[in-house]
């Protein structure tokens, strides 16, 4: 898949950056380093939490985020998951790793460079015990691209997008011609299947696996916990959360404000959503079962906004959309680290990209020396302990560009404009009547879209629209062309014994 060139560069980097770490290691070591446990939520939409919606039964979720707690409702991600995840592991935009076009298909021979370091790559040189529960969906074709070889030290879940959430059975009716089931089995432990917990919610699953972590970790070592739920993913046909959970919303009239449109599937990702928040408690009470949860960082998000049918609310627009409503996570950080009880106001100059994520934790593990050269990573810490300005000016939120189909997708905010230039979707859809098309948004007066300001005479806007236009094509210079291969043969889990399996790429 890569040079050996691009393997030699990577080892020569892993080498030079351990000897930077072992060296800076006194002064960046002084204080003990925290631990981190990253939580991240799979297509959470903008209007399903507590503290956005009040029929939303999150009350743990909202009570961390207010207590020692950030609320970051300017946190921006890609509209799609692959390209999100890969953000966060590489601390680089989508568009530059060619993986901006769509997520990663089930049985797609792609995956994330493995010449790039990664997040918990880089946190174990520093000296974290590095751990992983819940969806990768980052590639798995070639082992080099399983979570054990890109920086964790266990590996517990589900390679690919969406696995019945009781079976862990993921459903390919659709490539019934092409392969010879339509079914195939998608949970790991490390590099084997695994049939634990048959029967059991995956969420309470993962949560039950992520609480281990923590029991089994040792105090010696600074932890990185990255827990990546795959609710509340759709579809739940057949896949009701327990009972419980159910019964958190029966006498509930609606889920959604009155006039937005629901159907069942309002109350399913509601109690799915309900599930996260009780496991995040359960997390929470097992670091302060072990005795680490003082000196923790713990950092919520979705990978996307919600999908066509959860609810974004008041955003425009969803998942797979350039919109806020596709592209603006519910998020908050909390820490006992943080002095005070605050909430802190989000206000203006507060964005930031998941792709910051890599500086930022980087930089409160005291590991700043091993953040990778051109990466597109700023350290948004002072932004969000001590409620600063945020550093960024700018997020690139897509760039890509099909001429075989003739499309074209880009867009970008810059202080409180936004410029969508090109179609409003992904280019996996093909929609090439909008290449032309332009949209600029004052997000500061108009947050919901409704107000193109290319339908007024605004000259200002007009000029900052041009002034975004000419940074994209500075970026264009930098964009990778998306390799988009057809699902392969080799990928049959018939040829594996039914289970979704590495080793054909």
């Known amino acids: 898949m890569f040079s050996a060139v691009s393997r030699q560069c990577f080892a020569c980097y892993l080498f030079l950056t351990c000897v930077t770490a072992r060296g800076g290691k006194k002064s960046e070591k002084s204080e003990k380093q925290p631990n981190i446990i990253f939580i991240l939520a799979d297509d959470l939409g903008w209007n399903e939490v507590s503290w956005h919606n009040s029929n939303m039964q999150t009350p743990y979720l909202e009570a961390l985020s207010e207590s020692h707690g950030v609320r970051l409702e300017q946190s921006y991600v890609a509209p799609k998951c692959s390209p999100s995840r890969a953000a966060l592991m590489t601390g680089i935009?989508?568009?530059?790793?060619?993986?901006?076009?769509?997520?990663?298909?089930?049985?797609?021979?792609?995956?994330?460079?493995y010449s790039l370091p990664t997040l918990p790559l880089l946190l174990k040189q520093g000296g974290y015990a590095t751990h992983m529960v819940g969806k990768w969906h980052l590639g798995y074709c070639n082992p080099d691209f399983l979570p054990t070889n890109r920086g964790f030290d266990?590996?517990?879940?589900?390679?690919?997008?969406?696995?019945?959430?009781?079976?862990?059975?993921?459903?390919?009716?659709e490539d019934s011609t092409y392969?010879?089931?339509?079914?195939?089995?998608?949970?790991?432990?490390?590099?084997?299947?695994?049939?634990?917990?048959?029967?059991?919610?995956?969420?309470?699953?993962y949560t039950r696996k992520a609480e281990q972590v923590i029991a089994k970790h040792q105090a010696d070592?600074?932890?990185?916990?990255?827990?990546?739920?795959?609710?509340?993913?759709?579809?739940?046909?057949g896949q009701?959360?327990?009972?419980?959970?159910?019964?958190?919303?029966?006498?509930?009239?609606?889920?959604?404000?009155?006039?937005?449109?629901?159907?069942?599937?309002?109350?399913?990702?509601?109690?799915?959503?309900?599930?996260?928040?009780?496991?995040?408690?359960?997390?929470?009470?097992?670091?302060?079962a072990s005795g680490i949860y003082d000196n923790s960082?713990?950092?919520?998000?979705?990978?996307?906004?919600?999908?066509?049918?959860?609810?974004?609310?008041?955003?425009?627009?969803?998942?797979?959309?350039?919109?806020?409503?596709?592209?603006?996570?519910?998020?908050?950080?909390?820490?006992?680290?943080?002095?005070?009880?605050?909430?802190?106001?989000?206000?203006?100059?507060?964005?930031m990209y998941i792709s910051d994520w890599m500086a930022t934790l980087l930089h409160v593990a005291r590991l700043d020396s091993l953040l990778p050269p051109n990466v597109d990573s700023l350290n948004m810490w002072p932004m969000i302990r001590q409620g600063r300005r945020s550093d960024r000016l700018e997020i690139v939120l897509n760039l890509d560009q099909d001429p075989v189909a003739g499309t074209?997708?880009?867009?970008?905010?810059?202080?409180?404009?936004?410029?969508?230039w090109g179609q409003q979707y992904l280019l996996f859809k093909q929609m090439a009547e909008q290449s032309c098309s332009q949209e600029l948004y004052d997000l500061e007066a108009d947050p919901n879209e409704e107000h193109n300001l290319f339908a007024s005479a605004d000259k200002q806007a007009m000029k900052k629209a041009g002034l975004m236009r000419a940074k994209l094509m500075e970026y264009f210079k930098l964009m990778k062309t998306p390799a988009d291969p057809p699902s392969a043969r080799a990928a049959d889990p018939a040829r594996f014994g039914g289970v979704v399996s590495t080793g054909w790429c």
């Open 240 to 288: 009701d959360p327990p009972a419980k959970y159910m019964k958190m919303y029966k006498n509930k009239e609606r889920i959604y404000q009155p006039h937005l449109r629901e159907d069942r599937d309002a109350v399913l990702r509601a109690a799915a959503i309900s599930a996260i928040d009780n496991g995040v408690k359960k997390i929470v009470q097992s670091l302060k």
């Open 154 to 173: 266990t590996f517990f879940g589900q390679y690919t997008h969406k696995t019945d959430y009781y079976t862990r059975k993921l459903n390919f009716w």
């Open 179 to 205: 392969y010879k089931n339509t079914d195939a089995y998608d949970l790991y432990e490390n590099s084997s299947p695994s049939y634990e917990g048959e029967g059991e919610f995956s969420t309470d699953l």
């Open 297 to 351: 960082i713990i950092i919520f998000s979705s990978d996307n906004g919600g999908s066509m049918n959860a609810s974004n609310y008041p955003l425009k627009g969803f998942k797979t959309q350039l919109y806020e409503g596709g592209i603006r996570a519910v998020g908050f950080v909390h820490s006992k680290l943080f002095k005070k009880k605050k909430k802190t106001k989000q206000g203006k100059n507060k964005m």
């Open 408 to 420: 074209w997708s880009a867009a970008i905010r810059r202080d409180k404009y936004k410029l969508i």
């Open 93 to 113: 935009y989508p568009f530059r790793l060619g993986m901006q076009r769509n997520a990663i298909g089930r049985f797609q021979p792609v995956g994330l460079n």
């Open 221 to 237: 070592k600074p932890l990185f916990l990255y827990l990546s739920y795959q609710a509340p993913h759709m579809p739940f046909q």
